[in-house]
């Protein structure tokens, strides 16, 4: 399989516990992309990378969350001291920065539970 | 400020009809890309067409295809012959070009479900 992989696929946590969710990206693409959903919404963006570098981040990305993505191949994305609020899908996609129109192929998502 | 608008929070169809999907967003950009994703109860966003703005044609993809009216500022997804793996939730979604923050605003979504 040759898609965009994350892990894990679900996660439960009690409130202050930190976590961590993997992304694995399209092996030749470039860009990362972390996006959180809650239910009955879109995705809202996150941050992204170009390589390793951190280009971008969402006001929604507060101080307790914190992405890497140290050789530019896959990233982390970590919440610290997490919050009920905090429960929602996170989806990892990533796409090739080509010059040309963009597609960004998406993750199954980690599935967040804050009790 | 970029915005989408999904304006059917859900929809039934019978198996093997058309369906439209709308879309209407909200840019002050010249170029732009418009998406359509599906996304099945696993939870995955699966990429189904795009269309840049300044493409002459609409795009196709199989059974599926957008209606693009710049003028309008629409780009509504026909699918043609619905099958019962239709049925799921669908994203109109944007990204503007002009820079390198490449991120896709999403629109809320419309929840298709296919009648046997």
């Known amino acids: 399989d040759t898609g965009v992989s994350q892990d894990p696929r679900h996660k439960i946590t009690k409130r202050g516990q930190n976590v961590t969710f993997r992304c694995d990206p399209i092996?030749?693409?470039?860009?990362l992309y972390w996006y959180r959903q809650t239910l009955g919404q879109g995705p809202e963006f996150l941050t992204y990378f170009q390589n390793e570098a951190q280009l971008e981040k969402s006001r929604l990305l507060s101080d307790r969350f914190s992405a890497e993505r140290p050789k530019g191949s896959f990233s982390t994305l970590e919440i610290q001291r997490t919050e009920q609020g905090d429960s929602a899908m996170y989806l990892c996609?990533?796409?090739?920065?080509?010059?040309?129109?963009?597609?960004?192929?998406f993750g199954p998502g980690t599935r967040l539970l804050v009790l | 400020a970029q915005k989408i608008t999904q304006t059917q929070p859900g929809m039934f169809v019978q198996e093997k009809e058309a369906v439209t999907l709308d879309c209407t967003y909200d840019t002050s950009d010249q170029s732009y890309g418009l998406f359509w994703y599906k996304q099945p109860s696993s939870g995955e966003m699966i990429f189904l067409i795009y269309?840049?703005?300044?493409?002459?044609q609409n795009a196709t993809e199989g059974r599926y295809s957008l209606n693009f009216q710049k003028a309008r500022k629409s780009a509504n997804l026909v699918i043609s012959a619905s099958q019962l793996g239709d049925s799921a939730m669908y994203f109109c979604?944007?990204?503007?070009?002009?820079?390198?923050?490449?991120?896709?605003?999403f629109g809320s979504g419309t929840r298709l479900s296919i009648r046997p």
């Open positions: 269309q840049g703005s300044y493409d002459e």
């Open positions: 092996s030749e693409h470039n860009r």
């Open positions: 996609a990533s796409s090739l920065a080509s010059g040309g129109p963009e597609t960004q192929y």
């Open positions: 979604a944007m990204r503007e070009d002009y820079s390198s923050a490449s991120k896709i605003i």
